[in-house]
């Protein structure tokens, strides 16, 4: 078990990064399926297990901090870049990443990206253009 000063996340910053409510991570966290410890009264958890219930790679030391970017749903993906919900399902359809939270599809906006830059061919120019939108 890790110590308790690695889990400084409440349950608010989980549920931002997860885009699901508070009270859905607190429920997480009762049911131990998050972990996390009571300091306090107060729930909190770490990254390193944010990332252990998100079905996708673990972040690396290089690519921690694009990790730790609030997760898209697809409804969120589809706002972000002015396209429809249907959109996003054929994408991910096609292959495009996710990072799952039990039964919430999740999109991380780092390989929403990274995915539509190779799958569409864009230019460098093009890319920048779609960094900012997901960002």
Request: charged share 20%; proline share 4%; hydrophobic share 45%.
């Amino acid at each position: 078990m890790d110590h308790a000063q690695n889990f400084a996340l409440d349950v608010a910053a989980a549920a931002s990064h997860f885009a699901l409510t508070e009270a859905t991570v607190r429920s997480y966290l009762r049911d131990g399926r998050l972990a996390g410890v009571r300091l306090r009264g107060d729930w909190k958890t770490s990254w390193d297990q944010l990332w252990a219930v998100e079905r996708g790679p673990t972040p690396t030391a290089l690519n921690r901090r694009a990790y730790q970017v609030p997760l898209l749903s697809k409804s969120g993906l589809a706002r972000h870049l002015d396209t429809s919900v249907r959109t996003v399902e054929g994408w991910l359809l096609q292959g495009m990443p996710t990072r799952n939270v039990y039964s919430n599809v999740r999109i991380a906006p780092i390989d929403a990206e990274n995915w539509l830059i190779q799958a569409l061919g864009l230019s460098e120019k093009e890319g920048a253009v779609l960094r900012g939108l997901l960002r």
